[in-house]
């Protein structure tokens, strides 16, 4: 646990408010946190890990709200060289290594080193190529990232603008960037870090275009890191958040690079000039679709930062009373803090069974894809598009909605909250627009009902839009509400109303001679409901049949249960026009369901800071004031105050330079 | 207009696409533009003070993006400095201090000096009082702010802990801080700049509290600005943003001030130690009031700014097409784009006809408090409350939903619209927290719904309450749905059947049994749902009756007219539930709404441009690469990515720090 944890010079003892809470849990929070990590084997890991990062200061980073972004990224690239020594130390294995990425945040600057260089050389080089490259790469004897956006040009991959254009006389690309759009830009690790780069351009071959393929460029010199001739590179400039990383913009003149350079595993350009393809892999799309799967737990993870520190700061925090006079009562006893509080609570859990289920739904397709069967890649395609668009788009308004729910002080750095929303607002747009992505399941979605209709019988997540479940609601008391298959049952029902409806609008459009693009246009706001409908009753059924099958004893169970209600409950109050208009369920049913969402708040009310406890997220990791285990908000608050540079100085200099003009009255001509 | 704004060396040919969409329009953008600014004198003297402003390099600020939290205060205290000198020397009106307050986006240091402390003093101080300090205060011999929250205690005054306690022996106060929670902690300008302030303390006279007071404690030397003794103060850390304040906070330990710097005017201590009030000033509630109403124009300000970036960049950016083959699409021209960015722009419209009406109100109701009669002052506190909370939520989200409308680079700081959220986000928790704030005016509404019953017949905004309106929908066919009557008729029938539904079943929950502060608790969540339903009726009205008494030529009454149509069907549409549930509308209805809203989509393209080029905003004022008035967004960005700090050297230092080891096989060990 993390109850030991000590943060500068602030008293250990627990807020007698917050243990009060602890000791009323009506679960066994090791139980649970065995079961969120994997078991207790891997719980036992993770804290070792912990120790280890966190004895070292360049982990503890006490001062990250007062660093400038340059601050930030160099502490991040020591991070970075920090944890590949000891990787290599100690021998982790991959999953060691991931682990310690997770518990830095992915405070780091060589991520895609890691993340896209190397596998991205295993998955496009032709073995020839990868003996030649992985160990420059796995040795550090080269830093390489993955450049493939433009200024211009992100979802488009076809409209990229960059060329490689082959030299037959020098058996050479000349790699170039026409127009300012066609600059390389937001590549991590590309504007000060990187020596080499996996950069996407199109293949120009005797004036011909030959499409978008990957080439290695050299980037900065090997002896003194200045860039090579013809490479202008540096520094995107600040963003919202992830200064660690050196995001980079990329133009190249002229630059010419070995034929040999130019990644050829799926396609080939001969000495001759002859190009050639070697049969289209389709494990390219699969570790796309990974890193969307990924994005599921980091999106979790920053939700669960959230959740522990406005949870831990609600039970702290006093504030007012319901009945004048007597003390001020904890906010967390106020039903409108809980209703901020819960459904995020729940979603914790909610998104923890959605990432397992799709990681091995991952790695299932993954193992039939690279045995050349594609048979699930579609499927996989539009469940992790959509999930990645629900997840990232939920997570940042339940984090700022836990923001909030701390009051001011939520404005604060140092409360936390604040900078887990900063990153986790990178992940809607990231890797697939959410909008793209809905979309792109809403594809997937109506070539289903199409299949349907012609009489097939649906596979997979999908297999709902077989035919209409002619479904009346069976709700009768309000202990129906809680009964989490009727919930899935009412999600499933919506979700074919809204997916079909918007297949018949479609069709009816252009059946009376609408276009198709046209029709797909003027339809899209529908279509992209029709994504998320579909995401939201796969994230209920994920949850739903996790807590069914979880291995865990009574009392966790029934916890779990009621999260899992309150999770599906919420989803429906607050969409409630969709469940009605698809006569999912009935105003009376609603009012029903309304209620016992209401009373699920009061129920978990004694569990909630036990239940993010058991996430066991370290002090170091939530880097609040707020929100830190012992409770010891307010002293947290003004020891870090302290820190503040611009209490260096009891008169700051601004004073000299321009207040006193002002109080001595030499600044302003008398009235 | 801002055409002729010319940012460093970048190119002022207008782009193209956004020219052609400028030439489109099919109203007069000077006639929206005076409208807006309250006339042509107004619209003139804004852009005169702004070729004022803008002329001067402190006002550019060019390099906003890259400064540290103490750089940008210190250049914030530089432009209070140069306001207060010019307001002088060209003897300004307050009107035209606010305007170029505004201007400046309020990135000022010493605000609470012009707008809590002299105003603290003028409505809080004796004639005798004021005679002594206002002079002070006006001439800047002393810069002053008002410290109310403390650490510990925000919405509930009635608990704060600063005490003062007479010395009747001394004829002094004696101010001090008994814990770390009541130590001061929020008030701008407390931490380096103030040299007094207003402090709210509970009066202690003889052991007895006679509650809260205000105090004018100096909190620093005149002579050279050291904390006075028993004074720390400091400035409280970084925060989301608006580092141009500096937050501070305050201790004093036995601080010893004359019983004369109590500000008397509505309580006196006398030299013999005895209590008195002199009647109690509503005029003080009215203050109070009058920053929520600021708050709802500072929220428009903000989302204009985020709708003139994120439409003229949706104009600009090409992105895919929908029908293989030909020049990428427009991003403005995709319906999922368009529900992204015209539902805000809407809501621009709207907010400013609330905050003229809601001003307007409060100048009538504040001319009545400060004349004795306080007839009008439970109303507009109700509103006030609502409004704020409304307008305050909406905006944060809609300015989100602009900012991922640009795509990843939205993520960017120099894109503009993080910068815009991170101010918005103070919004929602200051000056009343929103869920408080809602709550406040539902218990107005408990209260009114009761006086109905009893027969009472209802007055302003709440008259809709006084009894059933029988409604039953008119909307047969979909121009129906074009109608604001209608539409205004539907929200009354919502927030009628909402507020009399959530009376009833809080009368039910007490009739039951149920202690009155236990019931409240129990129905929180659709008291604040009350409270909420209640402001959008309110706002849907201030829209509707504006466009109706706008003194303009029909071409732009068309445009006005969709844009209110556009705002309350979004308003439908995305709490269809309510809606629903209340009968307000029937399902088949709900789908004639919902395809008029999205045909208002296509309907208000043409125009989206201009609209928003009347809001006038400056290129300065906006300070993004990507709304400029030009257009050139992509040659803005790289201008911007060349002044970022990290790209100084073509080699950074963290190479000769970190990577050289590493790379040269020194940091690791062999494999």
Redesign the interface.
Known sequence: MASDTVVGNVSVAVNPDLQKERDTGTFDVRELSQLLHGGPEKLMRKRELEHLLFSDPVFQDAER??K???EI??LA??KS?KL??WK??YQWTEEEFDTAVDLTCHDLALSLHHSMFIPGIERLATDEQKAEWLPLA??????GTYAQ?E??????LL?LETTATFDPMADEFVMNTPK??S?K??PGGL???S?HAIVLAQLVLRGKNYGMHPFIVQLRS?E????MPGITV???????A?QNI?NG?LMMNNVRIPRTNMLMRNAKVSRDGHFSTSGSSKANYATMILIRVKILSWASSLLVQGATTSIRYSAVR???Q??PGGE?MQIL?????Q??LFPALAATFAYHFVTKTMTAVYEKAYEEIIGGNNRLLAELHSQSSCLKALLSEET?VFL?TQ??SM??H?????AGG?AYL?SA??L???EG???VLY?QTARYLMKQVANALSGQQLQGSSSYLTADPGYVCPIKEVNDCRNTRILLDIYRNRAYGIVTGTARKLHADMTSGM?Q??A??????RL?RAGKVHSQYYAVECFVEGVETANVRPELRTVLHKLCCLYALYGI?S???????TESVT?AQ??MLRMVE?QLLAEIRPDAVSLVDAFDMHDITLHSALGCYDGNV??R??Q????????RT??????Y???????K?S???K?
Request: aromatic letters at 10%; charged letters at 20%; proline letters at 4%.
């Open positions: 709200a007062f400038s972004k340059e990224y160099e690239v020591q060289v590949f020594e290599r130390r796995l040795n550090f004897k080269i830093i956006t200024l211009g040009h992100g979802t488009n409209a300012i759009t600059m830009w937001w504007g000060k870090s020596t090997l003194d890191h200045t860039p540096g520094d995107i400039g600040p963003k919202l992830l050196d913009f006093r504030q007012s319901l009945k001020e006893s106020y039903q409108s803090q209703y901020k940042c700022e923001r909030r009051g001011g939520g404005y604060m750095l140092m604040g900063l607002m990178t809607p747009t990231v627009e959410n909008t979309q276009e693009h046209v797909w246009n003027n339809n899209m706001i992209v109050s969409n409630s026009g969709d469940f009605l208009e105003v609603m009012e209401h307010y002293e608050l003004y870090s105050a302290l820190k503040e540079p611009m209490n009891q008169v700051h200099p601004v004073y330079k321009h207040l006193r003009g002002l109080l009255g600044t302003l001509s009235l």
